[in-house]
Structures are given as C-alpha cells and as structure tokens.
C-alpha cells in the first residue's frame, strides 16, 4: 500500500476543512472511498464535480480504479475554477 499526500483546492478544501491529509491506497478509487468515509457530506457531491493530478499528470477520463497511487505521491483534488 503506498503513502502520500492528497491536497485539496478551492470547494474541495472547504468541504473536507482541511488543505491536506494523507493517503493510504494503492489506486485513487481507494483513496477517494477513504476520503469519502472520512468526510461524508458535502466533500462526496464536490468529488463528483473534481478533476484530479495524480504526481502532476492529469487523470482525465481513465478509470480511478486503474491509476495507480506512488509511494511518496501526491494527489491535487480540483473543483471546477470560475473567472477569467
């Protein structure tokens, strides 16, 4: 199981009211299920708005199931941004 860090933007650190935490999983589906026990409620409904960097390479459109989560990594949880 690999160990880093999630960080979250904007909507998304609001609704955990934290900045940060850390991970424990080996894919960003386990770490999101971990995420959302953790903070049920709001931060689950901004989840399903988010775009994520997983080590500072985009997830897209591929299965969270099928990302694969670094020792040592970092996850960026992004909220759509609004302004110009």
Same mark, same amino acid.
């Given at each position: 199981m690999a160990? +880093?860090?999630i960080r979250y933007w904007a909507a998304a650190k609001a609704a955990a009211g934290v900045a940060e935490e850390p991970y424990a999983a080996e894919t960003l589906a386990e770490a999101l299920d971990a995420v959302r026990q953790k903070h049920p409620g709001e931060l689950a409904q $901004?989840?399903?708005r988010c775009s994520f960097l $997983?080590? %500072?390479a985009a997830v897209g459109?591929? %299965?969270h199931e099928t990302v694969r989560l670094a020792e +040592? %990594?970092?996850v960026e949880v992004l909220?759509?941004?609004a302004g110009g």
């Open positions: 160990a +880093g860090t $901004v989840l399903q $997983v080590d %500072g459109t591929r %299965g +040592g %990594g970092t909220p759509p941004f």
